[in-house]
Nanobody
Framework: QVQLHESGGGLVQAGGSLRLSCAAS?????????MGWFRQAPGKDREFVAA????????AYADSVKGRFTISRDNAKNTVYLQMSSLKPEDTAVYYC???????????????????WGQGTQVTVSS
């Protein structure tokens, strides 16, 4: 069993920054697998934001966040981060982290490829 817990969300003005954290725990060695960040705005489907391989050597980003968001991980702490800068009102959503137990070296974008999910943290960007 794996537990993922997101934190760091909040209310920020457009142009501001936030750093989200996702702490993983449980019996599985989560720091040897790929992880991702997704978001879901009201009335919309859950969408891919960023993903990172177990080593951090491979990353991927949605076009809408490329150049503004950075995903990273600290395997010693079993934690993945999402540094968000130049935030826009359209970034407002609940942000979820997810664990992919099937891959270590490559990253995937489809939500149904991930095995465990956190409860989410709200990010609200005011204009």
């Amino acid at each position: 069993q794996v537990q993922l817990h997101e934190s760091g969300g909040g209310l920020v003005q457009a142009g501001g920054s936030l750093r989200l954290s996702c702490a993983a725990s449980g019996r599985t060695t989560v720091n040897t697998y790929g992880m991702g960040w997704f978001r879901q705005a009201p009335g919309k489907d859950r969408e891919f934001v960023a993903a990172i391989s177990w080593s951090g050597g491979t990353t991927a980003y949605a076009d809408s966040v490329k150049g503004r968001f950075t995903i990273s991980r600290d395997n010693a702490k079993n934690t993945v981060y999402l540094q968000m800068s130049s935030l826009k009102p359209e970034d407002t959503a609940v942000y979820y982290c997810a664990l992919d137990l099937n891959r270590r070296w490559v990253v995937v974008r489809a939500p149904n490829e991930y095995d465990y999910w956190g409860q989410g943290t709200q990010v609200t960007v005011s204009s």
